[in-house]
């Protein structure tokens, strides 16, 4: 007896632990039916931000993952804009990922629109709904990943992590402000997904896979010019108006000197590597301070979020002066939409600012809030990073893989500057179709929102499931 149970202990450790079970092979008709079905539920929520109102879309997950045996948790600081957190836990041999989307959609004007914009009107293989393509569709994606992975019993050697947050288009104090400051150990990871990146399609075919690394970081100022009030019949040199619109002129008109970082140096290798003869000179170009300047001004004219890629932008959005139109005011003011590089020394910048619109009768004022922090770029080399690309080369094997820095801001911000890598990505978006984020009939195609969760399944697989 004592023989026989040697030889059984002998073959179990010669035998080695058991090989995890292969990743489910999936029905993504099936999936994406009920996919449709949830990013419907979901769009048809009105969280329009402001005034938010996201618990409501916070509790319908919670009550779809809990229904299916996925334990979720609500995180308020304001009762009426609660952020979700599920987790389904894997065996803890690596860190956890963590995979987002906000709940919160920016408003809208229902007359603008040819349907409804939160009733998820299906049409000529679209979707429409505010928050369709920023960031329900994510959220949706998100939320059927969490379902999926439970269904199949996926063994994970990472946790997966589930953030639904509040407050990203403006107010991230309720959303991701909150969570970082206030509840860290629910969503601290080694990687995270979430919004940002893309497929770029023309006539069907996939051209680019953007992944995003970095962003710019929002800076906002405005100028205020101050004189002396007076009649409109009298002219005066010192009238406010007068050195207001003087001083837009010259920012608007000054182009802050070009730098490269590691995203963008990367995308415009990898750009020129796939791009026709013509268009690859120019992105090699940049490089060359003889060419420089005619291919600064071509983007300016051409390609506008390429210019915009090599600078910190400076860029007039609003005005405000007067009251009536025979009186001279006292004050007026602009805001300028600042959008700096990931590395730009703020202060330094405003002075270059002020040195540039050189009026004693204008001041520069930051504007107040929450800004996003500056964080250095995740890298192209990491684990995760490589998984999206193998999974886009999969996916879209015609198609090239590009890191990008995105021009607007997101949650993810907050995340890099905890010391998480974040990498956005996003649906497939033919280049000629209109109707995207914060735009209005804002729709996504039924082939781009499944798209979307397969892309996020095989990722979060291929990195997470266990060998």
Partial sequence: MIRFVALLVLAFVCAGPAAAAPPPVLDWEEVGAETIERFSALLRIDTSNPPGNETAAAEYIKRVLEAEGIPAELFAKDPSRANLVARIRGNGSKRPILVMGHTDVVGVQKENWSVDPFEAVRKDGFIYGRGAVDDKDNLAAALMLMLLLKRHDVDLDRDVIFLAEAGEEGTTGVGIDFMTEEHWDKIDAEYALAEGGGIRTRDGRAVTVRI????????????????????????????????????????????????????????????????????????????????????????????????????????????????????????????????????????????????????????????????????????????????????????????????????????????????????????????????????????????????????????????????
């Fill in 212 to 467: 995003a690394t970095t962003e710019k970081v929002p800076r906002r100022v405005r100028l205020v010019a101050r004189g002396t009030a007076g009649h409109g019949s009298v002219p005066r040199l010192d009238n406010a108006v007068s050195h207001l619109a003087q001083a837009v002129a010259k920012a608007a008109a000054w182009q802050p000197p070009m730098r490269l970082n590691d995203t963008t140096r990367e995308y415009f290798e990898r750009l020129a590597a796939s791009s026709p003869p013509e268009a690859a000179q120019r992105y090699n170009g940049l490089t060359d301070p003889t060419r420089r300047p005619r291919i600064e001004r071509y983007f300016a004219e051409h390609e506008p979020g390429h210019y915009s890629a090599l600078r910190t932008s400076v860029v007039p959005t609003m005005l405000k002066a007067g009251f009536r139109r025979n009186v001279i005011p006292s004050e007026a003011e602009a805001t300028l939409d600042i959008r700096a590089l990931p590395d730009e020394d703020v202060d330094d910048f405003y002075a270059q600012l002020g040195a540039v619109i050189n009026d004693s009768q204008v001041t520069i004022v930051p504007l107040s809030g929450n800004p996003r922090p500056a964080a250095e770029p995740s890298p192209t080399n990491s684990e995760m990073f490589l998984v999206l690309e193998n999974v886009s080369r999969k996916m879209f094997p015609e198609a090239v893989t590009l890191p990008i820095m995105l021009s607007g801001a997101t949650d993810m911000a907050q995340l890099r500057a905890k010391g998480i890598q974040a990498y956005g990505f996003g649906p497939m978006r033919d280049v000629q179709t209109v109707g995207g984020a914060h735009g209005d009939d804002e729709r996504i195609s039924e082939e781009a929102l499944v798209k979307l969760l397969e892309f996020l399944w095989s990722a979060v697989i291929e990195v997470a499931a266990a060998d």
